[in-house]
């Protein structure tokens, strides 16, 4: 992927993340995954930053690596888990239990059928979960990932790049902002 345009808008206290950014942005750096997940996991986590200049940055890299249906499925995540990680990290933090066992009663379809391979949604949903913070989530996808196989390095991978994509969000908000 690249992502030249993205580094050259970080200042010098991001070398770190411009460092990171090329590492786990490639099948080298990002072990178990293939140039296409790495792709659509980067755009997943880039919608879930609501930035525009990383949006835009990513989705012109991923393009040349992804399809229409890896594209959309990206977008299914980034909203998907919106709505579900604010939900389920309420019903894991909120201490009145008899709120939290009603049913969520939220419609929630495009996962069974997201038009890519479920472990490949699953790990675009993953990052997306890292990124908004609902620990129930991490779990349940993980756990879902591991079932199917997915070797740990993987998982790992799909959140250092969620993680890498955020720092750079990050750093360019900073910037935007002074």
């Given at each position: 992927m690249n992502i030249d345009n993205l580094k050259k808008l970080m200042p010098y206290y991001a070398k770190d993340i411009k460092l990171n950014l090329s590492s786990v942005l490639s099948e080298q750096g990002a072990p178990g995954l293939t140039i296409n997940q790495i792709a659509a996991i980067s755009l997943a986590s880039a919608f879930a930053t609501k930035s525009n200049v990383i949006i835009?940055?990513?989705?012109?890299?991923?393009?040349?690596?992804?399809?229409?249906?890896?594209?959309?499925?990206?977008?299914?995540?980034?909203?998907?888990?919106?709505?579900?990680?604010?939900?389920?990290?309420?019903?894991?933090?909120?201490?009145?239990?008899?709120?939290?066992?009603?049913?969520?009663?939220?419609?929630?379809?495009?996962?069974?059928?997201?038009?890519?391979?479920?472990?490949?949604?699953?790990?675009?949903?993953?990052?997306?979960?890292?990124?908004?913070?609902?620990?129930m989530c991490m779990d349940s996808h993980t756990k879902q990932l591991l079932k199917h196989n997915v070797k740990p390095e993987a998982i790992q991978s799909s959140i250092r790049i969620a993680s890498v994509i955020h720092a750079a969000s990050q750093a360019i908000h900073i910037e935007q902002s002074l």
């Open positions: 835009n940055e990513i989705l012109s890299s991923a393009r040349e690596h992804i399809s229409d249906n890896e594209l959309e499925a990206s977008k299914l995540a980034a909203t998907l888990m919106a709505m579900n990680n604010i939900y389920y990290r309420y019903v894991h933090l909120a201490s009145n239990k008899e709120v939290t066992r009603l049913p969520a009663k939220l419609r929630m379809q495009g996962i069974m059928n997201p038009g890519v391979d479920s472990i490949d949604f699953e790990l675009y949903s993953l990052a997306v979960s890292a990124i908004n913070g609902c620990g």
